[in-house]
Every structure is written in C-alpha cells, then in structure tokens.
C-alpha cells in the first residue's frame, strides 16, 4: 500500500459558476483556473497522481496541456484513476477537506461525496473547515483543498 497527499488552492472568480467537489454551488462566486477551478477534485487528484508516482496535477493536466483547458472536475478525477489503474495500483479510498467559509458544504455533504466516489470508482469521505477569519481563505478570496488518498498494489 501507498498514501499519497495532495493540495489546491483557487481564488473567486464571480464571473465563473462554482464547481467544487464534482457538484455545481448556485449563488456561490466560481473559483478561477485553467480547468474548472474545482480545489476538491483537483486536491484528489494531486493525492492519487502522487501516490501512484505519476507526479502531481500540473504535471498531468496544468497550463502547458491546453486540452485540459476549462475541464471539469469529473473529467480529471477520471482520466486520473484511469492512469493510477493503468500503473497497477487500485484505489482504496481518498479523504478530501475543503478550508474556507463558502460555499457551506455540510448541507451536501453526502451529495459531494458520492459525485466525488463516482468520478473515480472508489470511497471519497469529505470534510470542510474555516480558518477563523485568518489569511485568503478566511478573507473570503478562495478556497483551499487537502486530500489523502490510499492506494494497494492489485
């Protein structure tokens, strides 16, 4: 068995919809980047590419791959398991938490964790916390993602 971690951190973008965690937040400012801004799927990403020795997000889909412009959460999440899978390396299961004061996850918490579980054909547990105030999370400027994810030689 393997652990691998992962992080992302995307600022607001009120011109984008918000995309986090797989699902679509009405009333909540989108979150900018080159895919879709999505900090929970990509911070799963990170944590399944680093686990399986496959590097990390940019490396995979990042700026200098202009096919991945303006992906979606779901469509990275995938292409990711297809390529830990294809390594020899199943998923045993991600814990992601998302660090900011909006959109309030609690009440989607289920919805989030199964869309995020789908994606990538294994259990996904999700969490969410604030920062009390302190630093561009707690300014309300973005939103933070940490995620761990366990994978086992098949």
Not at 27 to 50: E, Q, R, T
Not at 51 to 59: E, I, Q, S, T, Y
Not at 103 to 131: F, G
Request: neutral net charge; charged residues 20%; aromatic residues 4%.
């Amino acid at each position: 068995m393997v652990v691998g971690h992962g992080s992302d951190v995307h600022r607001f973008d009120p011109d984008q919809p918000c995309r986090l965690a797989c699902l679509e937040w009405p009333g909540s400012p989108g979150l900018a980047g080159h895919s879709d801004g999505d900090a929970a799927a990509h911070a799963v990403c990170d944590a399944l590419l680093s686990a399986a020795g496959l590097g990390d997000l940019g490396g995979n889909f990042g700026t200098s791959r202009p096919e991945w412009a303006g992906a979606s959460g779901v469509a990275l999440l995938a292409e990711t398991a297809r390529r830990v899978r294809a390594t020899g390396w199943s998923v045993g299961n991600v814990s992601v938490q998302i660090i900011g004061s909006r959109p309030k996850i609690a009440p989607r918490r289920a919805e989030a964790e199964a869309a995020l579980s789908n994606a990538i054909d294994a259990p996904v547990r999700l969490s969410a916390t604030t920062t009390d105030g302190l630093g561009f999370t707690g300014r309300g400027e973005g939103l933070a993602a940490t995620a761990v994810a366990l994978l086992y030689k098949r």
